[in-house]
Nanobody, 121 residues
Framework: QVQLVESGGGLVQAGGSLRLSCAAS????????MGWYRQAPGKQRELVAT???????NYADSVKGRFTISRGNAKNTVYLQMNSLKPEDTAVYYC???????????????WGQGTQVTVSA
């Protein structure tokens, strides 16, 4: 089994910063991509930032220049540094991983349990 454990959410004032962390553990052969998605009340889950093999990154336009995604040295962790936070960033943030559990090319996708980020005006 594979687990993604997130941490780092909380309440912050507008303009403040938070850093989210996510660690993947379990039966993992290789991780092809890790990233962050978010879901605000009444809205669909949306991509925030992803990082693929080779450290290629992709950001939602709404967070470019404010958020930075990075991987840990062990490559099974991913971080999201969020600066200049706005009330509209308020959401549950979910860690996502696309990985191979065996040397085959079969990919599986996993999600963390989510961590709440609340930005007050």
């Amino acid at each position: 089994q594979v687990q993604l454990v997130e941490s780092g959410g909380g309440l912050v004032q507008a303009g403040g910063s938070l850093r989210l962390s996510c660690a993947a553990s379990g039966s993992i052969f290789s991780i092809n991509a890790m990233g962050w998605y978010r879901q605000a009340p009444g809205k669909q889950r949306e991509l925030v930032a992803t990082m693929t093999t080779g450290d290629r990154t992709n950001y939602a336009d709404s967070v470019k220049g404010r958020f930075t995604i990075s991987r840990g040295n062990a490559k099974n962790t991913v971080y999201l540094q969020m600066n200049s936070l706005k009330p509209e960033d308020t959401a549950v943030y979910y860690c996502n991983a696309v990985l191979n559990r065996t040397p085959s090319r079969v990919e599986s996708e996993y999600w963390g349990q989510g961590t709440q980020v609340t930005v007050s005006a």
